[in-house]
Nanobody, 121 residues
Framework: QVQPVESGGGSVQAGGSLRLSCAAWGRTFSNTMGWFRQAPGKEREFVAA????????TYADSVKGRFTISTDNAKNTVYLQMNSLKPEDTAVYYC???????????????WGQGTQVTVSS
């Protein structure tokens, strides 16, 4: 299947905003899309997930209230709106798909290449 493609990363100052996009045209078996991130020297961690109906979402505690995940089904695209960014949000952000609604990386088998987000203080 065609892998998802992330875009929208970049550099921003603390307190700023970015919106990441994930084009998921090959998502045939992915009922849920998630965002994960990996900071230098750290393990990849869960950020947010949404089902394609858009009615169910979940977030990591570290981003709750600052990040919003959403879908545009017509465009097969998932978004991650990131507000009030902090230096600790600096990481490579990955989009991924799963058959199940899950926060666990092992349940995701449809991964993009990632997009870099850098937040300076």
């Amino acid at each position: 299947q065609v892998q998802p493609v992330e875009s929208g990363g970049g550099s921003v100052q603390a307190g700023g905003s970015l919106r990441l996009s994930c084009a998921a045209w090959g998502r045939t078996f992915s009922n849920t899309m998630g965002w994960f991130r990996q900071a230098p020297g750290k393990e990849r961690e869960f950020v947010a997930a949404i089902n394609w109906s858009g009615k169910t979402t979940t977030y990591a505690d570290s981003v709750k209230g600052r990040f919003t995940i959403s879908t545009d089904n017509a465009k097969n695209t998932v978004y991650l709106q990131m507000n009030s960014l902090k230096p600790e949000d600096t990481a490579v952000y990955y989009c991924a798909g799963s058959r199940w609604f899950s926060k666990s990386q092992k349940d995701y088998d449809y991964w993009g290449q990632g997009t870099q987000v850098t937040v300076s203080s």
